[in-house]
């Protein structure tokens, strides 16, 4: 089965960047949506963005619009965020997630099937 292993995360300033890497293994994800997710104790998983298998569709949290990126390597297996200008909004636990389901994209947690452990982004003002 596929197994993802989240990376990057850290305490920055407001204002800073943060680079999450994605690890996946088990199994190829080059057909498979791919996306991240983020949680902040006592509330459930709210969408970050997302990522078909072609990189053709790609879409984000109005939230995080013109700020973060998502991207994929899928010879390295990998899924990517790039967050710029953080807030300390923007503090949570992100995680990775793949769907074997759908492959133009989902802001749908259901609709994803494999989670990885997740890292945690804090962010002081």
């Known amino acids: 089965q596929v197994q993802l292993v989240e990376s990057g995360g850290g305490l920055v300033q407001a204002g800073d960047s943060l680079r999450l890497s994605c690890a996946a293994s088990?199994?190829?994800?080059?057909?498979?949506?791919m996306g991240w997710f983020r949680q902040v104790p006592g509330k459930g998983r709210d969408f970050v963005a997302t990522?078909?298998?072609?990189?053709?569709?790609?879409y984000y949290a109005e939230s995080v619009k013109g700020r973060f990126t998502i991207s994929r390597d899928n010879f390295k297996n990998t899924l990517y965020l790039q967050m710029n200008s953080l807030k300390p909004e923007d503090t949570a636990v992100y995680y990775c997630?793949?769907?074997?389901?759908?492959?133009?994209?989902?802001?749908?947690?259901?609709?994803?099937?494999?989670w990885g452990q997740g890292t945690q982004v804090t962010v002081s003002s």
């Open positions: 997630a793949i769907s074997h389901r759908y492959f133009s994209g989902s802001s749908n947690e259901d609709e994803y099937d494999y």
């Open positions: 990522i078909s298998w072609s990189d053709r569709n790609i």
């Open positions: 088990g199994g190829t994800v080059s057909s498979y949506t």
